[in-house]
Structures are given as structure tokens and as C-alpha cells.
């Protein structure tokens, strides 16, 4: 953790919440994160696969640099961090003060089962007589009143739903360590009654998420909750679970069939009158899901997905749909079913449809899945009304445009602020976090505490083991003393064991701090079940003993696996457990960013209100990239207003320094600690020294010779449509029919993807065009409309004023034909069924985005590209701004395709990642980190090769391999690969291993 | 023979099949007891060697189980472990170690009772077998 900063409130501890919180905490902010619910999660506890993945990989979220400040456990657990306090069931009551400096007032729910004592041992729940709906499960199966919120979530202490429980106190009476305390019987105090707490923070970030929109609410209701067959998405989602109510396997609900045909229908409750917006991610969970289903199925089963516009808009979604179709078999129908009937005869489900040409095309299937569409999050209107943030129409948190000089200290992260994606959420996230952490920042120190030093324990490393074994003895198993007793004495390390009743409880915990307190011992080893629970205990045992967390160690003896086998393998651990002493390289407090556009100079300032120094390198004379030929986005914002503003703050801050006409030459080091040097002005070479670098090289216009482009001035591109409305030199007056064609070149074998923003663009246009000149025929043929989000209001809107939309596909692509009185375009119109022919004085072409080549720049920081030559993230979802390295991050069109406020928005997500690395100033190497023997290495490189972190290098000079130990995750591939034992890992050693594996038979 | 009870070391990684055990603890499934865990922190750092001693000393059976494809903490190291159990598969035989005995499965986080099912069959599969003998003893 860096420098004491502060503290952070993050409301909500779902995925947006978790980045949020690790982004302050690990650049050293205090942070309190707080949840609702008695669990963290949110929405993704009940999620398990997202696309394009079809997997997980939350745990790619975790910290990089200081890997030990965090509990290294999957993040669908629950997240452990030294610098985060989790308080759950806790909502915000109140707020006052002003950025920088707020007081806040948090309100947490009454507890019947004590947090400290119980130990999930689920006895309460097996004498509960009261059967409820499992929550956990949407109600698709049960579980008692009292119950475990989340069956995976650490810590795991059960609740009691009190809206069922009709306390009848057998749970009372059971209950081994006296945790429950159910009111009553006149006792109507709680024995943890609700509480209110006053903290002070510099900031509030506000990650609330969603809500799904309740289909029984509705006008239209499709059966949903009178059909069992009927599920909602998210239903769906824990029926495939492994944890869900069928145990993983896929069953109808309402009798247990295997079902043999499933249909979707997308926008239940999204683009309608109620609702306008769209939902964004329901396409795309749609697809996700039939395709589990086919590949569980083995293809057994039929999937159809009805739907109005098939949304793939970000980079790999549109490839993603392609396999769905072409490789699993995945079948879309473009078709808005209205209604769901029970079929008597077959007892399965009737479709009625209405099918584009006007026939009823009807369709009997046994499993309806409905696409629901996203809502505000439950507490949003109160968390407005306590912060003051406005809500936008649809009530979700206005987000503005900047973010810069709105005067407060309060953000929106992640979906709170309108329905995203778990990439954009984390992205968004990462934003609110930079936001926040300029505010704090700013404020500087509203809390004295110092950094503890962490390297200054008694230096035992060099001492040979000295055990102490703690034994948790647990009153409701059986006496395991004597048997360990009896195995220490076989072992000579081990000098000493002592039995502590229930260290599980807060009690016996400290009653086990207090024995062990001033104990030689160099070496801890505590045997107990569910050794997850204790691992954030570690500082404590270390303080308690002024011993490096490095000798303590834990072993779960509540598995059910011989305890013999157990301890023995612990000790055997524990034995050669060791910290590395190497030091890690320091960080250089400097952030390059290379390209000075809207994304780049976001991002410089970003890193700047953090207190480090940002240096832009821009190849062109002047900064601003695209943002210098934007005129307005489609809400009306200025962009000429957006770019002067912007360029001012840079080069006004003291923080930033800008070389315009410079060209990055070569790179050297890594993450940390890079040494760049680059070529002003075509011959003055400069070298500056960084920590990490940002890539905002941006994108550009695709050049097209599609359509008569080239031949004719009346066919233009969105760009030259654009500048010629900024500038005047466009009339839309004078015109009477203008043909917008989308996708050109776009979403075909030669470019895949979908550049998202064309639609986006055309809607505009054709507003603007509309609103000067109301009479103006505006006709757009598109394939799909990606107007995802609150965009669609536009679409609607552009409808409403008599926009023509004609949808072409692949096959039947739009021809223009040049005329005398301008160009002809023919195209078929699908609903007519027939060939139309527009006259027109404009043809308008959205030829999409490419990005500016990178390959070279990215390859000297030992990052990537993807098949469509934009820079490589780590992880779509879960790292969605930085490459494997950890160094080396990426905003804007140099990501992917992305309007304005979105590369605004992962500018920002980048500077937080380079912040984050380098404000982490790690007392020493992580506990699992590969080193190196050299007196036994070969030189043959394999473990170069096999390094995904590029932490292993040659160094040429000293003929040695070197080890970045803040690059190196501890994977231990290096040690696999190495045929002489020369690459290890620490903690992992060959003779550990091999004495744990002896140990265990 | 019948009173065989095998003894399986299983390799899993810390991020999935771990949770995953953890989980078949938490939510009371039962698996037996033959297992020994050894958490390794990714299923890419299994070498080769472990699997071999695991034999020599005596185990009947040895899993290696990590994070499904894609899933990998670590990009690619369950990747890595599939190569080296199709390599291991190749030369166990001449340490005279039926390649049966060696598994490799994919149990992500919240794949608990898929983690009790492959105990399970493994435990009945090697009873069927009987205990590993290796007629080979080397010393690593």
C-alpha cells in the first residue's frame, strides 16, 4: 500500500464496489466498504459464467504489486484486505460536509446471530422447522428461515429471514456457542442492536448496481410466474449453477424434464413505452446462455432466441455471436413474441408469434426464458436524496461528461449510472475511483495514522524452525490433542502445542493472541477448519508474536481428511516457509502516456490529481486528437467547449509535461520501472524513466471504396458529415432525401467486430438534419441498431420524427447507383418485401473505426494486440485496461471502439491502474515469488518462455536470469519447466513439495 | 481386498478446484476420506516429478484439477498441466503405473458437488483397480 491518503466510503460491495475499493485501498487510501446485504457480491454472487469467456476469473481483480495486503482466495468468496473494512447489512444514512472532508452516518442492521460467534456449523438450520423460498436461488427451491445467504461466501455466518421465523427458539437451544439471541418473550432488546456509526471521508464512491425489472408488474407478463416453465434470465443462471436449486443439471422446473426446446425473448421490460432504454447486456446473456446450454446438451437441445436487434457492440461480442450460431448451433429469430400460453396436450409452452412478413409463426417449446430488462438499483433514490447526486430520467445516477470541476466528492461507479457489462462496470469503477481519489487526495490526510513498517520484525529467517502448533479444539468434535501431541513429539522441530478452545469465536481468538504473546517461537502453525477465516488474522498472530507473517501458517483440519496426514503435511509446510530477501525494485512515481488525444489527456490528468507526474508524447504538432473534428455528441454536448477546457487543465498542471512532434523510440525494465526513450521533432532523442506506461494512441475513420465512395461528392462519410455541419459548409435545407447506409465494411468476414459508435453517430445526424430542416426524407439502412443503453431514447425519437430505418442483411446488401440527379440507392425492404429505390441528394456511409497501429509500440512494452489490431487486454471483463504485465495500460479507440465519455471514462480506469502500481511501495517480495538458483542454471531460457508476466529476463551482461519480483505472480510455470531446479518458487520449493507429498501418504 | 481403501493425492489449484473442495465442505458434501489435498497455486506449477513421487511413495491414485480452460488465474497454467499429464500418461506405464491412476479434471469455484461426484468415482474406480504397486523404486 502507498502513502496513508485517507479515507474512501465505497457503498455497495457487488464487482464495481470490490474494484472500486482495491483501486483506493491499494494507493493507499483507508476505505470502508459497506453492502446492504449480509453478503458481498451482489448481482455476480449468483453469476458463475459470463461471456465471452464462458468461465469466471473475478479473481484477475486482485492486487498485483502487494499481493500479501489480500487474501488470495477466489473473489466470488469474499475479499480480504488489509487496507478494507467490510461492514455488511450496513447502509448510508446520512452525509454532510464537503468534498475532501464529509461526515458520514452509517446504519447497520440489528444482528439475531452474532457475527463472532457463529461458525456456520449448520446446526440451526437442521432443527429450523419453517421451509422458505431460497432467496439465493430466486425461489426456484428451499431453504430454512435461518440459513447461509451465500453457500461459497466467507465469512459464512448464517441469518435468519424474520419475515418467516416464527421464533420459535429451537435454534436458540442448539446453537453450540450460544450465537443466536432471537427476540421475544419479552426480551425485545437485541443483543446487537441496530447501530449507527459517524465516520469522517474524504470521498463516497456510490456502486449501488441494478435491479431486474419484475415481469409480473408489467402489462405484459408472458406467464412469468403462472407458467413454472417460464424463468426469467437470471433464474436461468442458477439453474445452471453447481450451487443451484437442481445441483447444476438443467431440468424444467415444473417437472424436473429435461427440456428439449428453449426459447429466449430479449427485451422483456427494455425498449418499451415504459422503459425506452436498452438494457445492453441481455443479448449477450442470452447468447451466453443458450450456448451453455447447447454445449452442456451436447447439442441436444434446440435454443431460439427471439429478438428485435441482436446487440454484439463491443469488440469480441460480434465474433462471439457468429460462434454461438456457426459453431453451436445457437438459432436467433428476429421476431417480438406477445404472448406465452400452457399447451393442455403436451404440457409444454405455446409461442404465439408474429413473424416479419405478418403470418403467425406459433412454436411450441418446453422452457421459456425471458431477457429481463435492468432497473435502477433498490437504494438509488434514497442514496440521491442523502448525496444530492441528481438521477437521470430512466433513475439511474446522472454521470456528467467530465467529471472535472463538478465540486463534489461523491461518484457513481459501475451500473449505478446506467446498464453496462462487467468490463464496462469495472472500467466505470476504476473512473469513480480516480475521481475519488483526486478529491482525497486534494484534501491530503484527514487521518494521521502512519504506515506500520512492516520489515521490522525479529529476523528469524536464518534460525532454524522452531515450531509452536495451535490446536483449535472444537467442542463439537472429538479430542484430537493426544494424536497431536503424539506427532509433534516425532517431529523435532516442533516445540510446542497448545490447545485453544474455539479460536473460531472472538473469545478464544484472543484468548489464543494472549498465550502466544512474547512465545519464542519461529515458526506458527494453526490447525483449524476453514483456514480461509483466519487468514486476515495473520497481522494480528504476527503483531502478537513480532513475527513476519511468512512463518504462519494454517492447516484445515475440518475437511474430513486423516489428521494425522493433516498435521503432518502442515508441518512440512510450515518447515520451510521463508521470505525472500530480495528487495523489490522501487517504483518510479512517473506515468508515460503516449498520445495526446482525449483519452491521453484525460488520463495525464488523472495520474497528475494523484500526486504523480504524467508525460504525454504526442506525434502530432498539436493535442486533441479526434476531438479536434467532433462538434457535439448526441446529447448536444459541446466537444469544441470539452477540447479547449481540456488542453487548458494540461497545460496548465503542474504535474504534466507534454512533447508534441515526439515519436517513442524503445523501452526497456518493466512494470515498476521502465526507461523509454523517444524523438522530438525528428531528431532530439530524450529518455525519461517510468513506472508504467498508458497507451492512448487512439483510432481513426476507416477508409472505405464501398458504395460509389470516392466517385461522387454526395456519398460522404459520418466524419466528412460532420465536419461540414460544424463548419457550415452543409445545408441540410437544401436537400430532400439523404440515405444513411451503416455497417459498411463493418460486422463481415473482413472485419468482424462492430464499431459500436456509427449508429450512435447516424442517429445523431439525422436528428441534427431533422431539426433544420423538418422535412428532409431521412432513410438509414442498418443490419442492427446499437443504440444499447439510453441511446436508444434517440432511436426511438429519430422514429418519432419520421426517420425511415430499412434493415438490410449481408446477402442483400444495399446498392448505389449513380444517377444525373444524384445517387440511386436500391435497396430490398424486408417488411414490404420488395426492392425499393431512393433518390438521394446525400448518401451518408458509417465506415466504422480502425485502430492506429500499435503493434510495434505495445511489443516494446511486452504487450499485444488482438486479431483485430487493437492493444490486448488481460481480460475483457475482470482487467479491462491493462495488459498481463501489469505495466502497461490502454484507454480510448486504442482499446476498441467507444464514444467520447467512455473513453473518458477508461482514461481514467488506465490512470487508476498505473496509479495503483505505482503508489504500491511493497516492503518486500509478495510470499510467493519465483527465484532463482543460479549456481544451478543452464541458461537454456525455458523459463523465460514460460513466463505470461514477462518477469524473467536475461541479463546479458552479468549472464544471469533475472526476476522482476513485482511482475512475477507466483504461478510457478518457471519452476515447472526447469529441468535442473534452478527456477523455484518461494513457499512451493521441489523438497517442500516433495516432503508435503511424502507427509500426506 | 475388499478392505482396500486407496489413498489419492490431489493436486488443486488455489483458485478454483480449492474453492471448490472448500465449498463441498461448507454446503455438507460428503466425499471420502481417501483424498489428500495438497493446494498447489496453480495446476501449472504441478511438475512433473510430484506426480512420480506421489507414486513412489506409496499413493494409489493422484488428481490434478485446476480452474476449467479460460478460467486460469494465471492465463494459461491449467493449459500447462494438460500437456504434462498427457506426457505423464506416456511414461507412467514404465514406472508400472497404470495410467488410469492419474486424472486430470477442470472443478471450478462453485463446483462443489462436481468435486464430491469425481472423489466419488475416483475412490470406486481405484477400489476396482487395487492398490498401486510400482515396480520401480527410484529415489527422488
Same mark, same amino acid.
Given at each position: 500500500?502507498?502513502?496513508?491518503?485517507?479515507?474512501?466510503?465505497?457503498?455497495?460491495?457487488?464487482?464495481?464496489?470490490?474494484?472500486?475499493?482495491?483501486?483506493?485501498?491499494?494507493?493507499?487510501?483507508?476505505?470502508?466498504?459497506?453492502?446492504?446485504?449480509?453478503?458481498?457480491?451482489?448481482?455476480?454472487?449468483?453469476?458463475?459464467?459470463?461471456?465471452?469467456?464462458?468461465?469466471?476469473?473475478?479473481?484477475?481483480?486482485?492486487?498485483?504489486?502487494?499481493?500479501?495486503?489480500?487474501?488470495?482466495?477466489?473473489?466470488?468468496?469474499?475479499?480480504?484486505?488489509?487496507?478494507?473494512?467490510?461492514?455488511?447489512?450496513?447502509?448510508?444514512?446520512?452525509?454532510?460536509?464537503?468534498?475532501?472532508?464529509?461526515?458520514?452516518?452509517?446504519?447497520?442492521?440489528?444482528?439475531?446471530?452474532?457475527?463472532?460467534?457463529?461458525?456456520?456449523?449448520?446446526?440451526?438450520?437442521?432443527?429450523?422447522?419453517?421451509?422458505?423460498?431460497?432467496?439465493?436461488?430466486?425461489?426456484?427451491?428451499?431453504?430454512?428461515?435461518?440459513?447461509?445467504?451465500?453457500?461459497?461466501?466467507?465469512?459464512?455466518?448464517?441469518?435468519?429471514?424474520?419475515?418467516?421465523?416464527?421464533?420459535?427458539?429451537?435454534?436458540?437451544?442448539?446453537?453450540?456457542?450460544?450465537?443466536?439471541?432471537?427476540?421475544?418473550?419479552?426480551?425485545?432488546?437485541?443483543?446487537?442492536?441496530?447501530?449507527?456509526?459517524?465516520?469522517?471521508?474524504?470521498?463516497?464512491?456510490?456502486?449501488?448496481?441494478?435491479?431486474?425489472?419484475?415481469?409480473?408488474?408489467?402489462?405484459?407478463?408472458?406467464?412469468?410466474?403462472?407458467?413454472?416453465?417460464?424463468?426469467?434470465?437470471?433464474?436461468?443462471?442458477?439453474?445452471?449453477?453447481?450451487?443451484?436449486?437442481?445441483?447444476?443439471?438443467?431440468?424444467?422446473?415444473?417437472?424436473?424434464?429435461?427440456?428439449?426446446?428453449?426459447?429466449?425473448?430479449?427485451?422483456?421490460?427494455?425498449?418499451?413505452?415504459?422503459?425506452?432504454?436498452?438494457?445492453?447486456?441481455?443479448?449477450?446473456?442470452?447468447?451466453?446462455?443458450?450456448?451453455?446450454?447447447?454445449?452442456?446438451?451436447?447439442?441436444?437441445?434446440?435454443?431460439?432466441?427471439?429478438?428485435?436487434?441482436?446487440?454484439?457492440?463491443?469488440?469480441?461480442?460480434?465474433?462471439?455471436?457468429?460462434?454461438?450460431?456457426?459453431?453451436?448451433?445457437?438459432?436467433?429469430?428476429?421476431?417480438?413474441?406477445?404472448?406465452?400460453?400452457?399447451?393442455?396436450?403436451?404440457?409444454?409452452?405455446?409461442?404465439?408469434?408474429?413473424?416479419?412478413?405478418?403470418?403467425?409463426?406459433?412454436?411450441?417449446?418446453?422452457?421459456?426464458?425471458?431477457?429481463?430488462?435492468?432497473?435502477?438499483?433498490?437504494?438509488?433514490?434514497?442514496?440521491?436524496?442523502?448525496?444530492?447526486?441528481?438521477?437521470?430520467?430512466?433513475?439511474?445516477?446522472?454521470?456528467?461528461?467530465?467529471?472535472?470541476?463538478?465540486?463534489?466528492?461523491?461518484?457513481?461507479?459501475?451500473?449505478?449510472?446506467?446498464?453496462?457489462?462487467?468490463?464496462?462496470?469495472?472500467?466505470?469503477?476504476?473512473?469513480?475511483?480516480?475521481?475519488?481519489?483526486?478529491?482525497?487526495?486534494?484534501?491530503?490526510?484527514?487521518?494521521?495514522?502512519?504506515?506500520?513498517?512492516?520489515?521490522?520484525?525479529?529476523?528469524?529467517?536464518?534460525?532454524?524452525?522452531?515450531?509452536?502448533?495451535?490446536?483449535?479444539?472444537?467442542?463439537?468434535?472429538?479430542?484430537?490433542?493426544?494424536?497431536?501431541?503424539?506427532?509433534?513429539?516425532?517431529?523435532?522441530?516442533?516445540?510446542?502445542?497448545?490447545?485453544?478452545?474455539?479460536?473460531?469465536?472472538?473469545?478464544?481468538?484472543?484468548?489464543?493472541?494472549?498465550?502466544?504473546?512474547?512465545?519464542?517461537?519461529?515458526?506458527?502453525?494453526?490447525?483449524?477448519?476453514?483456514?480461509?477465516?483466519?487468514?486476515?488474522?495473520?497481522?494480528?498472530?504476527?503483531?502478537?508474536?513480532?513475527?513476519?507473517?511468512?512463518?504462519?501458517?494454517?492447516?484445515?483440519?475440518?475437511?474430513?481428511?486423516?489428521?494425522?496426514?493433516?498435521?503432518?503435511?502442515?508441518?512440512?509446510?510450515?518447515?520451510?516457509?521463508?521470505?525472500?530477501?530480495?528487495?523489490?525494485?522501487?517504483?518510479?512515481?512517473?506515468?508515460?502516456?503516449?498520445?495526446?488525444?482525449?483519452?491521453?489527456?484525460?488520463?495525464?490528468?488523472?495520474?497528475?490529481?494523484?500526486?504523480?507526474?504524467?508525460?504525454?508524447?504526442?506525434?502530432?504538432?498539436?493535442?486533441?486528437?479526434?476531438?479536434?473534428?467532433?462538434?457535439?455528441?448526441?446529447?448536444?454536448?459541446?466537444?469544441?467547449?470539452?477540447?479547449?477546457?481540456?488542453?487548458?487543465?494540461?497545460?496548465?498542471?503542474?504535474?504534466?509535461?507534454?512533447?508534441?512532434?515526439?515519436?517513442?523510440?524503445?523501452?526497456?525494465?518493466?512494470?515498476?520501472?521502465?526507461?523509454?526513450?523517444?524523438?522530438?521533432?525528428?531528431?532530439?532523442?530524450?529518455?525519461?524513466?517510468?513506472?508504467?506506461?498508458?497507451?492512448?494512441?487512439?483510432?481513426?475513420?476507416?477508409?472505405?471504396?464501398?458504395?460509389?465512395?470516392?466517385?461522387?461528392?454526395?456519398?460522404?462519410?459520418?466524419?466528412?458529415?460532420?465536419?461540414?455541419?460544424?463548419?457550415?459548409?452543409?445545408?441540410?435545407?437544401?436537400?430532400?432525401?439523404?440515405?444513411?447506409?451503416?455497417?459498411?465494411?463493418?460486422?463481415?468476414?473482413?472485419?468482424?467486430?462492430?464499431?459500436?459508435?456509427?449508429?450512435?453517430?447516424?442517429?445523431?445526424?439525422?436528428?441534427?438534419?431533422?431539426?433544420?430542416?423538418?422535412?428532409?426524407?431521412?432513410?438509414?439502412?442498418?443490419?442492427?441498431?446499437?443504440?444499447?443503453?439510453?441511446?436508444?431514447?434517440?432511436?426511438?425519437?429519430?422514429?418519432?420524427?419520421?426517420?425511415?430505418?430499412?434493415?438490410?442483411?449481408?446477402?442483400?446488401?444495399?446498392?448505389?447507383?449513380?444517377?444525373?440527379?444524384?445517387?440511386?440507392?436500391?435497396?430490398?425492404?424486408?417488411?414490404?418485401?420488395?426492392?425499393?429505390? %431512393? &433518390?438521394? =441528394?446525400? $448518401?451518408?456511409?458509417?465506415?466504422?473505426?480502425?485502430?492506429? /497501429?500499435?503493434?510495434?509500440?505495445? *511489443?516494446? !512494452?511486452?504487450?499485444?494486440?488482438?486479431?483485430?489490431?487493437?492493444?490486448?487486454?488481460?481480460?475483457?471483463?475482470?482487467?479491462?485496461?491493462?495488459?498481463?504485465?501489469?505495466?502497461?495500460?490502454?484507454?480510448?479507440?486504442?482499446?476498441?471502439?467507444?464514444?467520447?465519455?467512455?473513453?473518458?471514462?477508461?482514461?481514467?480506469?488506465?490512470?487508476?491502474?498505473?496509479?495503483?502500481?505505482?503508489?504500491?511501495?511493497?516492503?518486500?517480495?509478495?510470499?510467493?515469488?519465483?527465484?532463482?538458483?543460479?549456481?544451478?542454471?543452464?541458461?537454456?531460457?525455458?523459463?523465460?518462455?514460460?513466463?505470461?508476466?514477462?518477469?524473467?529476463?536475461?541479463?546479458?551482461?552479468?549472464?544471469? %536470469? &533475472?526476476? =522482476?519480483? $513485482?511482475?512475477?505472480?507466483?504461478?510457478?510455470?518457471?519452476? /515447472?519447466?526447469?529441468?535442473?531446479? *534452478?527456477? !523455484?518458487?518461494?513457499?512451493?520449493?521441489?523438497?517442500?513439495?516433495?516432503?508435503?507429498?511424502?507427509?500426506?501418504? | 481386498?475388499?478392505?482396500?481403501?486407496?489413498?489419492?493425492?490431489?493436486?488443486?489449484?488455489?483458485?478454483?478446484?480449492?474453492?471448490?473442495?472448500?465449498?463441498?465442505?461448507?454446503?455438507?458434501?460428503?466425499?471420502?476420506?481417501?483424498?489428500?489435498?495438497?493446494?498447489?497455486?496453480?495446476?501449472?506449477?504441478?511438475?512433473?516429478?510430484?506426480?512420480?513421487?506421489?507414486?513412489?511413495?506409496?499413493?494409489?491414485?493422484?488428481?490434478?484439477?485446476?480452474?476449467?480452460?479460460?478460467?486460469?488465474?494465471?492465463?494459461?497454467?491449467?493449459?500447462?498441466?494438460?500437456?504434462?499429464?498427457?506426457?505423464?500418461?506416456?511414461?507412467?506405464?514404465?514406472?508400472?503405473?497404470?495410467?488410469?491412476?492419474?486424472?486430470?479434471?477442470?472443478?471450478?469455484?462453485?463446483?462443489?458437488?462436481?468435486?464430491?461426484?469425481?472423489?466419488?468415482?475416483?475412490?470406486?474406480?481405484?477400489?476396482?483397480?487395487?492398490?498401486?504397486?510400482?515396480?520401480?523404486?527410484?529415489?527422488?
Amino acid at each position: 500500500m502507498g502513502e496513508k491518503q485517507g479515507r474512501a466510503l465505497v457503498v455497495g460491495a457487488g464487482i464495481s464496489g470490490i474494484r472500486s475499493a482495491l483501486d483506493l485501498a491499494e494507493t493507499g487510501c483507508d476505505v470502508t466498504l459497506i453492502d446492504a446485504a449480509p453478503h458481498m457480491g451482489g448481482v455476480l454472487s449468483k453469476l458463475e459464467y459470463q461471456f465471452p469467456s464462458d468461465g469466471c476469473g473475478m479473481c484477475r481483480m486482485l492486487p498485483m504489486a502487494d499481493r500479501d495486503t489480500c487474501l488470495q482466495a477466489c473473489l466470488r468468496k469474499g475479499l480480504v484486505h488489509g487496507g478494507i473494512d467490510l461492514m455488511l447489512s450496513t447502509s448510508l444514512k446520512g452525509l454532510e460536509g464537503e468534498p475532501g472532508k464529509y461526515r458520514v452516518t452509517l446504519e447497520t442492521e440489528p444482528c439475531i446471530i452474532d457475527p463472532n460467534l457463529c461458525t456456520g456449523c449448520n446446526r440451526c438450520s437442521e432443527v429450523c422447522p419453517v421451509t422458505i423460498p431460497d432467496p439465493f436461488n430466486q425461489g426456484l427451491s428451499t431453504t430454512k428461515a435461518v440459513h447461509l445467504p451465500v453457500p461459497h461466501a466467507i465469512p459464512n455466518i448464517y441469518t435468519i429471514d424474520m419475515d418467516h421465523c416464527t421464533l420459535c427458539g429451537e435454534c436458540e437451544t442448539v446453537c453450540p456457542f450460544g450465537a443466536i439471541y432471537l427476540p421475544g418473550d419479552g426480551r425485545l432488546e437485541l443483543k446487537i442492536p441496530r447501530t449507527l456509526v459517524e465516520m469522517d471521508v474524504g470521498a463516497v464512491v456510490l456502486a449501488c448496481g441494478i435491479d431486474y425489472y419484475d415481469p409480473t408488474t408489467g402489462i405484459n407478463t408472458f406467464g412469468y410466474k403462472e407458467l413454472k416453465d417460464v424463468v426469467s434470465n437470471i433464474e436461468l443462471e442458477r439453474i445452471l449453477s453447481g450451487t443451484g436449486p437442481f445441483k447444476g443439471s438443467l431440468e424444467r422446473p415444473s417437472d424436473g424434464r429435461v427440456p428439449s426446446r428453449m426459447a429466449w425473448i430479449q427485451c422483456v421490460g427494455s425498449r418499451d413505452l415504459e422503459f425506452p432504454a436498452c438494457s445492453s447486456v441481455c443479448c449477450m446473456i442470452a447468447l451466453k446462455e443458450a450456448v451453455l446450454v447447447r454445449k452442456r446438451s451436447g447439442g441436444t437441445i434446440e435454443t431460439v432466441i427471439y429478438y428485435m436487434d441482436m446487440r454484439c457492440f463491443s469488440k469480441e461480442f460480434e465474433a462471439y455471436r457468429r460462434r454461438a450460431e456457426n459453431k453451436y448451433g445457437v438459432i436467433l429469430k428476429r421476431a417480438r413474441p406477445h404472448s406465452v400460453r400452457h399447451d393442455r396436450n403436451t404440457g409444454g409452452l405455446w409461442l404465439y408469434i408474429t413473424g416479419d412478413s405478418g403470418v403467425r409463426e406459433d412454436e411450441a417449446f418446453d422452457m421459456v426464458v425471458l431477457s429481463l430488462g435492468q432497473r435502477p438499483g433498490k437504494s438509488v433514490k434514497d442514496l440521491a436524496k442523502i448525496t444530492g447526486i441528481g438521477l437521470n430520467p430512466l433513475g439511474f445516477f446522472e454521470a456528467p461528461l467530465s467529471g472535472v470541476g463538478d465540486n463534489t466528492g461523491v461518484f457513481a461507479a459501475g451500473s449505478a449510472s446506467g446498464l453496462k457489462d462487467i468490463g464496462e462496470s469495472v472500467i466505470h469503477s476504476s473512473s469513480a475511483s480516480a475521481m475519488a481519489l483526486k478529491v482525497i487526495h486534494g484534501a491530503k490526510k484527514i487521518t494521521d495514522e502512519e504506515t506500520e513498517p512492516l520489515n521490522g520484525f525479529r529476523d528469524v529467517s536464518t534460525q532454524v524452525p522452531d515450531i509452536g502448533v495451535v490446536l483449535c479444539q472444537c467442542p463439537n468434535g472429538p479430542d484430537i490433542e493426544p494424536q497431536v501431541k503424539s506427532i509433534g513429539a516425532n517431529d523435532v522441530h516442533v516445540s510446542g502445542i497448545m490447545a485453544m478452545d474455539r479460536i473460531c469465536t472472538r473469545e478464544g481468538w484472543d484468548g489464543m493472541l494472549e498465550a502466544l504473546a512474547g512465545k519464542p517461537f519461529n515458526r506458527i502453525l494453526v490447525l483449524a477448519c476453514s483456514p480461509q477465516l483466519f487468514l486476515d488474522k495473520k497481522a494480528a498472530i504476527s503483531k502478537a508474536m513480532d513475527l513476519d507473517p511468512a512463518y504462519i501458517d494454517f492447516a484445515d483440519i475440518g475437511k474430513g481428511e486423516p489428521l494425522a496426514s493433516t498435521v503432518k503435511m502442515g508441518l512440512a509446510r510450515i518447515r520451510y516457509a521463508d521470505r525472500l530477501n530480495s528487495m523489490a525494485s522501487t517504483m518510479v512515481p512517473k506515468v508515460l502516456v503516449v498520445g495526446g488525444g482525449l483519452g491521453g489527456m484525460t488520463a495525464a490528468l488523472s495520474v497528475a490529481d494523484s500526486g504523480f507526474e504524467a508525460v504525454i508524447v504526442e506525434k502530432e504538432p498539436r493535442l486533441g486528437g479526434n476531438l479536434v473534428w467532433l462538434d457535439k455528441d448526441i446529447t448536444g454536448y459541446d466537444f469544441g467547449r470539452l477540447l479547449d477546457n481540456t488542453c487548458q487543465q494540461v497545460e496548465n498542471h503542474p504535474g504534466i509535461r507534454v512533447f508534441t512532434n515526439a515519436v517513442v523510440e524503445d523501452s526497456r525494465g518493466g512494470p515498476g520501472n521502465y526507461t523509454t526513450t523517444f524523438k522530438v521533432g525528428g531528431n532530439d532523442s530524450k529518455r525519461i524513466g517510468h513506472g508504467a506506461v498508458i497507451l492512448a494512441t487512439g483510432g481513426r475513420e476507416a477508409e472505405t471504396t464501398a458504395y460509389g465512395y470516392g466517385t461522387s461528392d454526395a456519398v460522404k462519410t459520418n466524419l466528412e458529415v460532420e465536419q461540414a455541419l460544424k463548419a457550415g459548409t452543409m445545408d441540410p435545407g437544401d436537400m430532400n432525401v439523404v440515405v444513411m447506409i451503416q455497417c459498411v465494411d463493418s460486422r463481415c468476414d473482413t472485419r468482424e467486430y462492430c464499431s459500436r459508435i456509427c449508429c450512435k453517430s447516424s442517429l445523431k445526424h439525422a436528428l441534427e438534419m431533422k431539426r433544420i430542416n423538418p422535412d428532409l426524407g431521412v432513410y438509414v439502412l442498418y443490419r442492427e441498431m446499437m443504440s444499447y443503453g439510453f441511446s436508444e431514447i434517440y432511436f426511438k425519437e429519430a422514429r418519432e420524427r419520421g426517420v425511415i430505418f430499412i434493415r438490410y442483411s449481408l446477402e442483400q446488401k444495399p446498392q448505389v447507383i449513380s444517377g444525373t440527379d444524384g445517387p440511386v440507392v436500391k435497396v430490398h425492404e424486408p417488411i414490404l418485401n420488395r426492392t425499393m429505390e %431512393i &433518390r438521394s =441528394d446525400l $448518401v451518408v456511409l458509417a465506415t466504422g473505426i480502425l485502430p492506429s /497501429a500499435i503493434q510495434s509500440l505495445a *511489443a516494446l !512494452f511486452d504487450a499485444g494486440v488482438d486479431d483485430y489490431s487493437f492493444f490486448k487486454e488481460a481480460d475483457s471483463k475482470w482487467r479491462p485496461v491493462d495488459a498481463v504485465n501489469g505495466g502497461v495500460f490502454a484507454c480510448g479507440l486504442a482499446l476498441g471502439p467507444r464514444d467520447t465519455k467512455e473513453s473518458m471514462a477508461s482514461a481514467r480506469a488506465a490512470a487508476m491502474g498505473a496509479v495503483r502500481l505505482i503508489s504500491s511501495r511493497p516492503a518486500g517480495v509478495s510470499l510467493v515469488t519465483a527465484g532463482i538458483k543460479h549456481s544451478l542454471c543452464i541458461l537454456c531460457e525455458r523459463c523465460i518462455g514460460s513466463c505470461v508476466y514477462g518477469a524473467r529476463t536475461l541479463d546479458p551482461d552479468a549472464g544471469k %536470469i &533475472r526476476i =522482476d519480483p $513485482v511482475a512475477c505472480q507466483g504461478c510457478g510455470s518457471c519452476a /515447472a519447466v526447469c529441468t535442473n531446479s *534452478a527456477a !523455484f518458487v518461494n513457499n512451493y520449493l521441489d523438497q517442500q513439495m516433495l516432503e508435503i507429498i511424502d507427509a500426506a501418504i | 481386498m475388499d478392505n482396500f481403501e486407496p489413498t489419492i493425492i490431489a493436486f488443486v489449484c488455489n483458485w478454483c478446484t480449492y474453492t471448490a473442495a472448500d465449498l463441498a465442505g461448507t454446503s455438507r458434501q460428503k466425499y471420502p476420506p481417501n483424498v489428500r489435498l495438497i493446494r498447489v497455486m496453480c495446476t501449472g506449477m504441478v511438475d512433473p516429478k510430484y506426480v512420480v513421487k506421489a507414486f513412489l511413495s506409496g499413493a494409489d491414485a493422484v488428481l490434478v484439477s485446476g480452474c476449467h480452460p479460460g478460467d486460469c488465474h494465471y492465463i494459461n497454467g491449467n493449459y500447462k498441466a494438460r500437456r504434462r499429464v498427457r506426457l505423464l500418461h506416456g511414461i507412467l506405464g514404465r514406472f508400472g503405473i497404470d495410467r488410469e491412476r492419474l486424472r486430470l479434471t477442470w472443478i471450478g469455484a462453485s463446483d462443489g458437488i462436481e468435486f464430491a461426484k469425481v472423489i466419488h468415482a475416483m475412490v470406486a474406480e481405484i477400489k476396482a483397480l487395487g492398490p498401486a504397486v510400482s515396480d520401480m523404486k527410484l529415489v527422488i
